[in-house]
């Protein structure tokens, strides 16, 4: 998969090691160096995803980003703030920024960044299960019902969501971040416990026993796995 990724990093050093780092990935990358540009190629090219800093000469990114959304686009944008601009973290996301990541940064955690973007970007494109059988359950996300052998089980709707989430990513090792990123998006009194709680929960309605799940695994160390 070929992603197409805009930088917009006014630092010459930084801007040469960020697109090497990204070609080496075998993204490919345009970049641009102050805001103006960026906006222009933003609005003007099919980018996957663009990385924009926020200090940047002519317009600063947080104009970018909210020229970029008023436009009409929906491109993930992962927002490069100073390490002292901790509001502006808060701003950046209500701007429509998707992510950010705080400079100094470590390139392995720029990648992951980028590749969990792209992964939520490339999965929105999918179409998601709408119904779906395992063991002795059925759902039906468009009825919002799940039946256990035929009968009706209530489901709150958060747990609802982390089914479907986990169906919709059946047999793939999820990690308790990915999971808080997909389904709770950002919410500042959210934890990765919290994750735990409601799959403990949902273990106790679609599970035949709880205490050993068949379909929803715990991957030690790692996260979960939805077992069909
Ligand atoms: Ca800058």
Request: net charge negative; glycine share 8%; hydrophobic share 40%.
């Amino acid at each position: 998969m070929n992603s197409r990724i805009l930088l917009v990093e006014d630092e010459p050093g930084l801007l040469l090691t960020l697109s090497d780092l990204l070609e080496s990935e075998g993204y490919t990358v345009e970049t641009a160096t102050n805001g103006p540009t960026g906006l222009a190629k933003g609005k003007a090219g099919d980018f996957d995803l663009i990385i924009l800093d926020v200090m940047l000469p002519g317009k600063n990114g947080f104009d970018v980003c909210r020229e970029l959304r008023q436009e009409g686009s929906d491109v993930a944008v992962l927002m490069l703030t100073a390490k002292t601009q901790v509001i502006d973290r808060v701003v950046g996301l209500k701007l429509g920024a998707d992510d950010y990541l705080t400079k100094p940064f470590d390139p392995s955690e720029l990648l992951a960044r980028v590749e969990a973007l792209l992964r939520r970007v490339h999965k929105e494109n999918l179409t998601p299960v709408v119904r779906f059988q395992f063991g002795i359950i059925s759902a039906d996300f468009d009825k919002a019902e799940v039946l256990k052998e035929g009968h009706p089980i209530s489901l709150a709707g958060k747990e609802l969501q982390l089914l479907r989430y986990l169906i919709d990513h059946r047999g793939k090792v999820l990690t308790r971040e990915e999971i808080l990123k997909d389904v709770w998006e950002y919410q500042a009194d959210i934890s990765t416990r919290t994750v735990d709680v409601h799959v403990a929960w949902l273990r106790q309605k679609i599970e035949e026993n709880p205490q050993y799940p068949k379909h929803i695994l715990t991957v030690r160390g790692s996260g979960y796995r939805f077992n069909p």
